[in-house]
């Protein structure tokens, strides 16, 4: 069966500091690979997918970066927290086109201070 | 661009009354919905999902949602909920090609109460 796990699960960072987020898929080949983040009262904001290794498409303009180093590995970095990075981040997969599910991860819950 | 609007962001209900999660979307294509479940500082779960076929779907504890294509909605319904189904509540819709990506409306919080 398949796994996705993200780590850590929490993080405080102070402003400025970098950061890096890891998320790793297990028991599948060539998924879809997502970012999201979940700001307060907000629903989920899109911020990067990967249909393969280091092939990576931005959504919206940021303070943040990815990158996909293998296969199942995708990776969430800031060089420079800003205040407005503090949310709850969730990776995701999936195969296939439309109509196929994504899977979620359980989140790193980043507070930035 | 697709847009998925949730109508109410909070909806309180007793235990065993009903409840209704509105969902509204709007496409000019064909496109995929998906309901999922959010809990406290977890992931999301699929509730259940509409491609095709059959306009109402039902989930495996009691949700259902019906695809309405003319009101472009697809709304979330439960008879009788219970104080396990408080949660988040995501409406999403699917597309894409080589990849499926989705659109999710802002969430609806569900708290039910004793």
């Known amino acids: 069966s398949q796994t996705i796990h993200q780590w850590p699960a929490t993080l405080v960072q102070p402003v400025g500091s970098p950061l890096s987020l890891e998320c790793t898929v297990e028991?599948?080949?060539?998924?879809?690979l997502y970012w999201y983040r979940q700001a307060a009262g907000r629903g989920l904001q899109l911020l990067f997918y990967s249909v393969g290794i280091g092939q990576i498409s931005s959504e919206v303009p940021q303070n943040l970066s990815a990158s996909r180093p293998q296969d199942r590995q995708f990776i969430l970095s800031s060089k420079k927290l800003l205040l407005s990075d503090s949310g709850f981040y969730l990776c995701a997969w999936s195969v296939g086109g439309a109509g196929y599910e994504q899977y979620f991860g359980p989140g790193t819950r980043l507070t930035v201070t | 661009a697709q847009s998925v609007t949730q109508l109410d962001s909070q909806v309180p209900v007793f235990e065993e009354a009903p409840v209704e999660l509105r969902c509204n979307y709007s496409?000019?294509?064909?496109?995929?919905l998906f309901w999922y479940v959010q809990y406290p500082n977890q992931g999301l779960q699929l509730l259940l999902k509409y491609l095709s076929g059959s306009t109402l779907v039902e989930s495996i504890n009691g949700f259902e949602a019906e695809f309405n294509k003319s009101q472009t909605s697809f709304h979330l319904r439960k008879p009788s909920v219970h104080i396990s189904d408080t949660a988040e509540y995501f409406c999403a819709v699917s597309r894409g090609r080589n990849f499926n990506k989705f659109y999710f409306g802002s969430g609806t919080k569900l708290n039910v109460k004793p």
């Open positions: 028991g599948t080949s060539n998924p879809n």
């Open positions: 496409s000019s294509v064909s496109v995929y």
